[in-house]
């Protein structure tokens, strides 16, 4: 299970090198260096450390999100499988529907410009940070159970 678990971390983050940060592209080092600019030009050895300088940068990436995963993953606190329901069903579900609706419509109008986006996300964020207290709670998930023989059993209070 660990062996596919941090497989799917590196494929994972290899993709999103590759798609979001540019994969083995160093545009900006190129750019800013031209003796690496020009090292394709130098026969065999000169390709070679092109193809070992992408192949290093794009392992750098992948190692520097790697590193981001792990350490978000580590610092944070799990939550129990009840906590991640009740937090998708009662916060996540709600405020995605709520974005698309809000969203689809800004869009339908053609008022699609970043400030019009960046107040509808302030305007949404503040109504769910208004409505969420106020919405109907549920039964309390970590609760005393009064079992026969356990310490908050009715039973034990009666004998003291």
Not at 33 to 51: C, H
Request: charged share 10%; no cysteine.
């Amino acid at each position: 299970f660990f062996l596919g678990e941090y497989m799917h971390m590196i494929t994972g983050s290899a993709f999103f090198a590759v798609m979001f940060l540019g994969g083995w592209d160093v545009s900006p080092v190129i750019g800013w260096f031209p003796t690496v600019a020009n090292l394709g030009d130098e026969g065999f050895l000169g390709g070679l450390l092109l193809v070992l300088l992408k192949f290093g940068v794009f392992a750098g990436k992948v190692a520097l999100l790697l590193f981001v995963m792990m350490w978000i993953r580590w610092s944070l606190p799990r939550f129990r499988f009840d906590q991640l329901m009740k937090l998708a069903w009662r916060g996540m579900i709600p405020l995605m529907l709520t974005y698309l609706v809000v969203f689809a419509v800004v869009e339908y109008f053609g008022w699609g410009h970043w400030l019009v986006y960046l107040v509808l996300n302030l305007a949404v964020a503040a109504a769910a940070a208004v409505i969420s207290p106020r919405l109907p709670q549920g039964p309390p998930v970590n609760r005393r159970v009064a079992l026969a023989g356990s310490r908050f059993s009715p039973l034990a209070a009666e004998q003291v």
